[in-house]
């Protein structure tokens, strides 16, 4: 059984920052690919970052590229999502979830099915 925890989300002021962490328990970090994804009422739900537990690779939206950073720490079975220079249009539940098979793209684009997730929290920009 693969538990996903998210945690650090909140209200910041535009420019502002916040941390993301995802505190991961059983195999999620057997996962070939962990990552972010957020979601704004009557949109679809968007991959934010995604990070290969093999390689290290990540990916990035093309919004978020340069503002977000995604990291994980194995020692701590957890991944965290830095962002920086919040928008207002960043506002969203975010999720973090974990795919056993897949190319940080395949999940971040959602190409094919994702097979655990966490039950997501909320970040507001607003001033």
């Known amino acids: 059984q693969v538990q996903l925890v998210e945690s650090g989300g909140g209200l910041v002021q535009p420019g502002g920052s916040l941390t993301l962490s995802c505190a991961a328990s059983g195999s999620a970090l057997d996962a070939e690919a962990i990552g972010w994804f957020r979601q704004v009422p009557g949109k679809k739900r968007e991959g934010v970052s995604c990070i290969s537990n093999s390689d290290g690779r990540t990916y990035y939206l093309y919004s978020v590229e340069g503002r977000f950073t995604i990291s994980r720490d194995s020692a701590k079975n957890s991944i965290y999502l830095q962002m920086n220079d919040l928008r207002p249009d960043d506002t969203a539940v975010y999720y973090c979830?974990?795919?056993?098979?897949?190319?940080?793209?395949?999940?971040?684009?959602?190409?094919?099915?994702?097979?655990?997730w966490g039950q997501g929290i909320q970040v507001t920009v607003s001033s």
């Open positions: 979830a974990a795919r056993m098979s897949a190319t940080v793209e395949a999940m971040c684009q959602m190409w094919g099915p994702i097979e655990f």
